[in-house]
Nanobody, 122 residues
Framework: QVQLVESGGGLVQAGGSLRLSCAASGSIFSINAMGWYRQAPGKQRELVALITPGSGSTDYVDSVKGRFAISRDNAKNTVYLQMNSLKPEDTGVYYC???????????????WGQGTQVTVSS
């Protein structure tokens, strides 16, 4: 079993910053990708940022480019999301996600965090 524990959400004024953390634990052999998704009220969940732990390559949704930065600590199986210059439209529940393998011969699996609320006031 794999658990993802998120932290760092909260209430912040527009222009402020927050840092989200997500620590993965459990039966993990390797991680293919780690990402952050968000879901605003009445909207579908969307991918915000993605990182490949091995190469460190990153990808972002256009609306956060230049403001958000995703990073990882491979030794701790932890992924971070630094969010700067926050806007009210960044408000939502942020979910951590990993694509991983339980073992070298296992198929890829996906795990989700419980979600952390980010609210940006104008």
């Amino acid at each position: 079993q794999v658990q993802l524990v998120e932290s760092g959400g909260g209430l912040v004024q527009a222009g402020g910053s927050l840092r989200l953390s997500c620590a993965a634990s459990g039966s993990i052999f390797s991680i293919n990708a780690m990402g952050w998704y968000r879901q605003a009220p009445g909207k579908q969940r969307e991918l915000v940022a993605l990182i490949t732990p091995g190469s460190g390559s990153t990808d972002y949704v256009d609306s956060v480019k230049g403001r958000f930065a995703i990073s990882r600590d491979n030794a701790k199986n932890t992924v971070y999301l630094q969010m700067n210059s926050l806007k009210p439209e960044d408000t939502g529940v942020y979910y951590c996600n990993i694509n991983f393998k339980h073992g070298p011969l296992n198929r890829n699996s996906v795990a989700w965090g419980q979600g952390t609320q980010v609210t940006v006031s104008s």
